[in-house]
């Protein structure tokens, strides 16, 4: 990307009024300008918001709705963040409203395979592109790739984007609600929305305990890319370890070598980790991984994040919705969060093109996200808490799981569809 909408379209959201063109550099009370107004205000523009506020640019019904977006964080700077996202078949579904073909990520790897395995225990399971009659499983990407894409294809929309956070609570009357935004330079200004879309999730280290679901996994995601030195290209690892699970995600790259790495296991144990020279981690990675790719010759771009669950019972209140990681926030085993998060975004497009920016939109979205939302939090909590216990009869017990799930195709299926498409009403 050339040029950041948010920089771009900083000159619009300036001349919205005349006060606000002339406003010192210098902070201005929220009362000095009349408050912004707007149908749907959308607060975080990552790729959650972004889709939102693409989908309802896109869609007739809601094309004449005004419509804003906040974020101080300008789209560029998402490329420096070292995720690699899993996007599912059924998101790349949904997303091809918003990323044609010549939009999509460049660098997304297609997913043809998912193998799950535990470690120095029998079992597992295979779910294969052949089983589902699909070209893919889904697509890995960076994080930064998606945001990217997403903001380009929201850019030439008239969405409104402001380089602004949101400060303080949103006041909310039953016609509206109102929140104060901080813009560079110009300081406190109310704005005044129908519908009031909470989309800046963040990571479970930056947030506030939610008051309904709050678990601290004490474990630590070590991220980064690999490399093997016998690639099998299009194949998703998934292996349950003693310390924690570990996923390597294919990222093509020359020679289809290179796998994205989360490896998750208790913060103590991270820490040590992340102290050893490449050489080191890659050799202890090779023992938890085994050789079914060969060796790990490289490792680059590490990070680490600190994991939990934050999730809302209900993301809705009034006028005001959640959603994406600001109304659930979950562990990465099997990569679910993005995915689940756009599913909100496209129930929400789809109430508010039918309700309006009116509660009863919100009142839809909340009865339509209930079960994908209970039944995807659950699954990842229980998986991201059964696969770690250490005791050594559970390790028999999910070796059995993994068994059946490999010999029992129905359910293989149903799982693997969830994983896709999660439940849609
Ligand atoms: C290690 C790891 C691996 C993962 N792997 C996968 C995977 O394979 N598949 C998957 O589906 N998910 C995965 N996830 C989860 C996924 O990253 C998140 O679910 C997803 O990023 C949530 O998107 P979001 O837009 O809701 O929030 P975010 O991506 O957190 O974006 C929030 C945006 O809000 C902005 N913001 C914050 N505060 C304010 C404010 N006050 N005012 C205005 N703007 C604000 C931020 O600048 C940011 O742009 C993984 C997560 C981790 C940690």
């Not at 948010?6 to 009349?34: I, M, R, Y």
């Not at 903001?151 to 602004?164: H, K, R």
């Not at 935004?181 to 005044?192: F, H, K, N, P, V």
Request: charged content about 15%; aromatic content about 6%; proline content about 7%.
């Amino acid at each position: 990307m050339t040029s950041s909408p948010l920089s771009a379209t900083a000159s619009d959201v300036a001349s919205n009024t005349a006060a606000d063109a002339a406003a010192a550099p210098q902070p201005s009370p929220a009362a000095a300008a009349p408050p912004f107004d707007f149908d749907v205000t959308i607060v975080g523009a990552g790729p959650v918001g972004l889709a939102l506020a693409g989908w309802l640019a896109r869609r007739s019904a809601t094309r004449t709705l005004s419509v804003a977006l906040l974020d101080a964080r300008d789209p560029t700077r998402a490329q420096a963040d070292p995720r690699a996202i899993a996007v599912s078949h059924g998101s790349r579904v949904l997303l091809e409203s918003l990323l044609e073909p010549q939009r999509w990520p460049a660098d997304a790897c297609a997913i043809h395979r998912i193998h799950i395995s535990q470690h120095g225990q029998f079992g597992r399971a295979l779910i294969d592109r052949a089983e589902h009659g699909l070209s893919a499983l889904g697509y890995v990407a960076r994080y930064g790739s998606i945001v990217t894409a997403l903001a380009e294809a929201v850019s030439p929309t008239p969405t409104q984007w402001f380089p602004s956070t949101s400060a303080h609570t949103p006041a909310q009357t039953p016609d509206a609600v109102s929140l104060p935004i901080i813009r560079a330079g110009t300081g406190e200004r109310m704005l005044r929305t129908r519908i009031l879309v909470h989309a800046e999730g963040g990571l479970f280290s930056e947030q506030t305990a939610s008051p309904d679901t709050h678990r601290d996994y004490a474990q630590t995601a070590l991220v980064g890319v690999v490399s093997v030195s016998r690639p099998q290209p299009h194949v998703a690892w998934e292996r349950f370890t003693a310390t924690g699970p570990l996923a390597l995600l294919p990222l093509g790259g020359a020679g289809q070598t290179e796998f994205a790495l989360v490896w998750c296991c208790a913060p103590a144990e991270a820490a040590r980790r992340a102290a050893l020279a490449d050489a080191e981690l890659l050799a202890e990675l090779g023992q938890a991984f085994g050789e079914r790719m060969g060796r790990f010759t490289q490792i680059h771009s590490r990070a680490s994040f600190p994991l939990g669950l934050n999730a809302l019972d209900t993301p809705v209140q009034g006028r005001i919705a959640a959603i994406g990681n600001a109304a659930q926030t979950l562990h990465p085993v099997a990569g679910q969060g993005l995915n689940l998060g756009l599913r909100d975004a496209y129930a929400l497009a789809e109430a508010l093109a039918q309700h309006g920016a009116t509660p009863l939109a919100l009142t839809s979205f909340a009865q339509r996200r209930t079960l994908d939302r209970r039944l995807t939090i659950h699954a990842t909590d229980s998986l991201a808490r059964l696969f770690t216990l250490n005791y050594p009869a559970l390790g028999a017990l999910r070796g059995l799981a993994l068994t059946a799930l490999e010999c029992a195709p129905p359910v293989k299926t149903a799982l693997a569809r969830h994983m896709m498409f999660g439940q849609r009403r």
